[in-house]
């Protein structure tokens, strides 16, 4: 399901915008969704492996490591300042009236008001398997479309997500969204090496149950929720506050992102989507502003999901 060109650009992008090196870990997690995709792809590059050049390795480490927006718990109850899942949420800015035509993200680039769809799984976007046991990739999701109304103020991100202009994807005050489909889980978040050591089934159930279940994991009691038409579950997981430790980074799933921050928050709606699980997260810090996060549940809110 990549695209040369879409691969080109994910992968320049992410170099631009994003660190100078890439984790060891990551790199060897692209490198492996590289040696497990099917070979009937017109893929116009040599196979490489993992003695393949420290730049190549990168670049390919940067389709898969893409948008880290740093994310975890929003904050429940009366009075929260964080917006989170049902009832939880300070008031969102009203969102602009979409324009007649929908636009598509562009990398990098500064996202004039308006609707903007995208399709995250066909060419170019995120697995679910990732070198998993008995896990088949489908050509079932290539065409579900996400649809979401963005306000003034933020950034097409590499490989179907959006960021914080002025805030980045990072802390202190950074946010984000993006969309996956969830996936196997490590053992050890802060340092195990690919492919995901923890099994993940397809369902909506499969993927709530694991990381609830994960013993090194802070998730929150699942919530009953439905977006878009589509029912699912709501849970937030929270990033730890030191993870200077880690020897790469901080990664609970695959194919997925790495924390850009400690204490990051993320924010998962994980949704049934006509037997489809799909991820949307959305993803903040403490320190990102109550209007900045009351315009990331709007966007959260205004998706619209075409199968």
């Avoid at 939880?88 to 598509?104: D, F, K, L, M, R």
């Avoid at 790495?258 to 709606?269: E, K, N, V």
């Amino acid at each position: 399901m990549n695209d040369d060109r879409s691969l080109e650009r994910a992968a320049r992008s992410w170099l631009e915008d994003g660190p100078t090196q890439a984790p060891d870990r990551a790199v060897e997690a692209a490198l492996l969704h590289i040696e497990t995709t099917s070979q009937e792809r017109d893929l116009r590059i040599p196979w490489r492996f993992r003695d393949m050049p420290t730049l190549a390795r990168v670049a390919a480490a940067a389709v898969i490591g893409v948008l880290v927006i740093g994310g975890a718990i929003y904050a429940f109850g009366p009075g929260g300042s964080s917006f989170g899942g049902p009832g939880s949420a300070p008031s969102p800015t009203p969102s602009p009236t979409p324009s007649p035509t929908v636009g598509v993200i562009r990398p990098e680039q500064l996202l004039p008001a308006g609707q903007y769809g995208e399709t995250p799984f066909g060419p170019g976007g995120m697995g679910v398997c990732f070198g998993q046991a008995g896990c088949s990739e489908t050509a079932a999701d290539d065409t579900i479309r996400f649809m979401f109304i963005v306000p003034d103020g933020w950034i097409g991100g590499s490989v179907h997500s959006i960021y914080l202009a002025d805030g980045g994807k990072a802390a202190p005050g950074g946010a984000g969204l993006i969309f996956s489909r969830g996936g196997g889980l490590y053992a050890e978040p802060c340092g195990d090496e690919p492919p995901p050591n923890i099994p993940v089934g397809p369902t909506v159930d499969d993927f709530v149950s694991a990381l609830v279940d994960h013993p090194k994991l802070d998730v929150t009691t699942p919530i009953d929720i439905t977006l878009a038409g589509y029912a699912g579950k709501y849970v937030d997981l929270q990033v730890p506050s030191d993870i200077s430790a880690c020897p790469a980074s901080y990664f609970p799933w695959e194919p997925g992102i790495y924390a850009q921050g400690p204490g990051s928050r993320w924010h998962l709606w994980i949704l049934d989507v006509d037997g489809i699980r799909v991820v949307v997260q959305s993803t903040d810090y403490v320190g990102t502003s109550p209007q900045r996060q009351a315009e990331l549940r709007a966007i959260v809110e205004s998706i619209q999901i075409e199968p």
